[in-house]
């Protein structure tokens, strides 16, 4: 029987997620923690047995049941997180960005920055 195909795409962004998640880990500017908790939603609608892999994974079951628990971001990932925000507005700066470009990107990772900082920590 042929797997469904809303779950065959579910399936493909979970994996395409964790790969992501997994060259977080060593490349980085690249974030680790969202590309897992990302990989472990598409995993739970279209392939159970990669949910429970990654969710009894040593690396990545942690951060995984800390934010299904208490929507918990691990206090190094947003703190590379929020660093890497500020590196890239910088960086826009620097190069010489229009107004419209920093302005807009600026109030983006605000907000983003914002909701980082408004979740636990663990």
Known sequence: MAAQPNKTGFRILAYISALLGLAGVVLPLLPTTPFVLLAAFFASKGSPAFALWLEQHPAFGP?????????????????????????????????????????ISGLCLSAIAAYLISRPSC
């Open 63 to 103: 951060a995984i049941e800390q934010w299904r628990e208490r929507r918990a971001i691990p206090l190094k990932a947003k703190l590379l997180a929020l660093g890497m925000m500020v590196l890239s507005w910088t960086m826009l700066l620097a190069l010489g960005s229009p107004l419209l470009v920093l302005t």
